[in-house]
């Protein structure tokens, strides 16, 4: 059974050529000829206008700007790598040993130019309707809603505007660690308010930790944990 078998039952698509959903599956750490590359570099054009295209259709009342940010939203990397989640792609993933060792198979760099790589094998394969079919099912599958509120959630400016109100003041927020191998080092940050530390978070990025950690604080002044 050829290996992108379970793929093609998640995308509920039959890929014609092998050798194209090879090479969209192929990391260049693989060492083969051919690499998802090019692959990637089309069918992230694909996705700007299928996304771009059904929030057209979708909002027909909204301005570019809200629908720019929408997109946004929905085209880079972690919603890339979200979608290539519920698909279980890093599964499907041809890469190499180090490659796996360093977990590459749950890499959202990874996950996101594969899923980008394979949505362009589709479109050469089927055309513009049978790929955006596919695509836009994915999403409404994997987001409860499509929206700027739902999908631009600012943890952070949240939080400032909760504590402002209720507390006359901002959290501060502060390092507590970093720890790991330069290349996949992880963050803790702490949220202060009053002088006391109401919530931490783990993050890949400094930036990701304060997100994480505004959203618990959050949740605990609201009651809600």
């Given amino acids: 059974m050829k290996h992108f078998k ?10 014609k050529r092998d050798d194209l959903i090879t090479e969209a599956l192929t990391h260049k750490s693989y060492k083969k000829p051919y690499n998802n ?15 771009g295209e059904y929030l057209f259709t979708k909002f027909p009342n909204e301005d570019e700007g809200v629908l720019s940010k929408i ?9 890339f790598t979200k979608l290539a989640n519920n698909i279980n792609l890093g599964d499907s993933l041809l890469i190499s040993g180090a490659e796996e ?11 996101s130019n594969a ?25 409404e599958d994997a ?6 509120n739902s999908l631009s959630k600012d943890f952070k400016t949240a939080l400032q505007e909760l504590t402002q109100a209720d507390f006359g003041e901002t959290p501060n ?12 080092k992880e963050f803790e940050i702490a949220v202060e308010l009053q002088n006391r530390i109401i ?17 618990i604080a959050l949740k605990t002044l609201k009651g809600e944990i």
């Fill in 6 to 15: 379970a793929l093609e039952k998640a995308l509920n698509y039959k890929f």
């Fill in 37 to 51: 590359e090019r692959l990637e570099f089309l069918g992230d054009a694909v996705l700007d206008l299928i996304v």
């Fill in 71 to 79: 997109r946004a939203s929905l085209v880079n990397e972690k919603g």
């Fill in 101 to 111: 060792n360093n977990k590459g198979r749950t890499k959202p760099s990874l996950l």
């Fill in 115 to 139: 899923f980008e790589a394979v949505i362009g094998a589709i479109y050469l394969e089927s055309g513009l309707e049978t790929t955006a079919k596919i695509a836009i099912k994915l999403i």
């Fill in 143 to 148: 987001y409860e809603s499509i929206d700027l």
């Fill in 173 to 184: 927020y502060k390092l507590v660690r970093a720890f790991g191998p330069d290349h996949k």
């Fill in 199 to 215: 919530a931490s978070a783990l993050g890949r990025s400094k930036k990701e930790a304060q997100q994480k950690a505004a959203e």
